[in-house]
């Protein structure tokens, strides 16, 4: 049974530039949260998806944004990027309204240069 | 009041010894308390989880100890191994753990062989 899937596992962007991420969630889990981590801090949320609506959102700016598909995978995108955008992209998938907790993907390592 | 507050920021212990690692909060509508650990270049994984219904909680040789009235929560590693070496997050959420993490801002522990 594959655990939550991101990709790509690296990428390395210029400032200015847009990126999308991936995630495929785990399978049966239909909820899908993004979280940025910061070298040696913990996760910050970023938003949920549920049914393919934004459920949550942190304090992220709206260069920040994201989309949930049918098949319950997800995509983050992050426009004019900044150097502070530089992190670990973690997302995480559910079942909604379970609270059996959030299983974690590897993250995507991204550096804006 | 959303924050959880996470101590010692590292911890060095040698195998088989008992490392704690504690968590503070705020908030008291949180009801859903977990502890993550992670390894370098991975995405973290759910050790064990708590509700504020019950003061102690084990599985195998992790135990979170809760305590309600002071807002603090406890994670103990009975008989530590090497491969235990990692970063310990505690969480806090809203509604069974549905909600939004907030994470502590980590531990790194390294047990000595």
């Known amino acids: 049974d594959a655990g939550v899937t991101q990709s790509p596992t690296h990428l390395i962007k210029t400032r200015g530039q847009q990126v999308t991420l991936r995630c495929s969630p785990k399978s049966g889990h239909d909820t899908v949260s993004w979280y940025q981590q910061a070298l040696g801090q913990g996760p910050q949320f970023i938003f949920q998806?549920?049914?393919?609506?934004?459920?949550q959102r942190g304090n992220f700016p709206d260069r920040f944004s994201g989309h949930q598909f049918p098949n319950y995978s997800s995509e983050l995108n992050v426009n004019a990027l900044l150097l502070g955008d530089s992190a670990l992209y973690l997302c995480?998938?559910?079942?909604?309204?379970?609270?059996?907790?959030?299983?974690f993907g590897s993250g995507t390592r991204l550096t804006v240069v | 009041q959303q924050q959880v507050k996470q101590s010692p920021q590292s911890l060095i212990v040698q195998k088989g010894g008992i490392p704690i690692i504690n968590c503070a909060y705020e908030n008291t509508a949180f009801d859903y308390f977990p502890w993550y650990q992670q390894f370098p270049g991975k995405g973290p994984a759910l050790l064990i989880a708590i509700r504020p219904d019950v003061s102690e909680k084990k599985e195998g040789r992790f135990t979170i100890s809760f305590n309600k009235s002071a807002k603090q929560f406890s994670l103990h590693i009975m008989d530590s191994q090497p491969g235990d070496s990692a970063t310990y997050f505690c969480a806090a959420s809203l509604k069974s753990g549905t909600y939004k993490y907030i994470f502590g801002t980590g531990t790194r522990l390294k047990v000595l062989a």
């Open positions: 995480a998938s559910s079942l909604a309204d379970r609270g059996q907790g959030y299983t």
């Open positions: 998806y549920y049914e393919e609506e934004e459920r």
